[in-house]
């Protein structure tokens, strides 16, 4: 680690988070600033030791957690550990950024990016905020007017100032081949038969319990059909009682469909490359890459996320007919074969949904982010 960073990448919690400060760090690395000079700041609770191990870059994990929305007693003594936890790290961060004064801090969202989102607000050092979602988060929101430069995913955000710039992705989403030889590739590498119908689904680093269970059924629904493939994704968190689940009900043998099961995905380019169709939520960064990757999807967003997030998120592609919503009241296995079963028999409906999702993809979010940082970059 330099003594004096170049940038600060603050931000962290969930997957998307993670990612989307890995490929602005990769992208300011492009640029010519040495690995070493740029730092990612997050938090000892979510995904970044994980996911920021073996990356190249120096990285910080803080304490701290978010802040539950609700109101009963057990919440409330959460908050409290919450907040002093935070405390606690801004204060770190204060102290650490004082020392070595780095050129600027970019903030890509949630809980983990308030400490040296504070810290550089209080030492007078430049902030760039990244905002990744159609409705800003409570950290932006809080400090949007203290910040040298908004960079936005969407257009209406109401942040002061707000330049609309898409949302980075890593190089290899950019570098994903629908055409017919990288498919095959891609269904190769991926275990997966070439010449049937494949849908995968994925819930997050983590997971997500209600497209896990939709997707077993899922699974048992299509179990006599030879012409479909399911590469399920199952997240980190619950993997092992998925895993049990799928053996119990007979889904592990040799039933006719292809039924894949892994508990993280690090090869996603290949995943889109594979698919005919994505199952997943509509977090920013993951619509971010349907939409440069060109991927038709059903996206099921995130009941009782801030703002409702992800259905703002969701209604871009919606929109555009690039993707079809499923609330995640309704998705169970039913409604998702009703779903996929529609989509699956009509090639052209998909290759018009895979059209419209490209077209909507800004490839070169992560160099017109690092524009603006670099502009504003003591």
């Not at 640029?31 to 920021?52: P, T, Y």
């Not at 004064?101 to 902030?127: K, N």
């Not at 009782?304 to 995640?328: E, I, K, T, W």
């Not at 079963?341 to 059209?355: I, Y």
Request: aromatic share 4%; with cysteine; proline share 5%.
């Amino acid at each position: 680690m330099t003594s004096r960073p170049f940038a600060v990448i603050s931000g962290g919690g969930t997957g998307g988070h993670v990612f989307l400060a890995l490929a602005i760090a990769r992208s300011l690395r492009a640029l010519g600033h040495e690995a070493g000079s740029i730092e990612l700041v997050g938090s000892r609770r979510g995904q970044e030791a994980l996911l920021l191990e073996g990356q190249g870059f120096p990285f910080t994990l803080l304490p701290g957690r978010g802040i539950v929305r609700r109101l009963d007693s057990r919440s409330l003594r959460a908050n409290l550990g919450a907040v002093a936890g935070l405390v606690s790290a801004t204060i770190r961060e204060i102290v650490d950024l004082a020392r070595r004064r780095p050129g600027v801090v970019v903030s890509v969202g949630g809980y983990a990016s308030f400490p040296a989102d504070a810290a550089a607000v209080v030492l007078g050092v430049p902030l760039v905020l990244v905002t990744i979602d159609a409705v800003p988060g409570a950290v932006h929101r809080l400090f949007a007017k203290r910040a040298a430069a908004n960079a936005v995913a969407f257009p209406g955000s109401g942040l002061p100032g707000a330049v609309v710039t898409g949302v980075a992705v890593r190089p290899e989403i950019t570098e994903v081949d629908r055409s017919g030889p990288a498919v095959a590739r891609a269904r190769r590498e991926l275990e997966l038969p070439e010449r049937r119908r494949v849908v995968g689904v994925v819930g997050g680093s983590l997971g997500a319990r209600r497209l896990n269970l939709a997707a077993l059924g899922l699974a048992e629904r299509w179990r006599g059909r030879d012409d479909r493939a399911l590469y399920h994704v199952l997240g980190r968190r619950d993997a092992g009682q998925l895993r049990a689940e799928a053996s119990a009900r007979g889904l592990t043998g040799g039933d006719r469909v292809c039924y894949r099961m892994v508990d993280f995905e690090s090869r996603m380019a290949r995943l889109y490359e594979a698919v005919d169709v994505m199952v997943c939520r509509a977090g920013a960064g993951t619509v971010a890459e349907l939409t440069v990757a060109g991927v038709p999807s059903v996206l099921v967003p995130l009941p009782g996320a801030p703002g409702d997030h992800q259905s703002a998120n969701a209604r871009a592609l919606v929109d555009a007919a690039a993707a079809v919503l499923v609330p995640d009241d309704d998705c169970d296995a039913d409604r998702l074969a009703s779903v996929l079963d529609g989509l699956l028999d009509d090639p052209g409906r998909l290759r018009a949904m895979g059209e419209a999702a490209r077209s909507l993809g800004r490839p070169d979010a992560a160099e017109r982010i690092c524009e603006i940082v670099a502009a504003h970059a003591r």
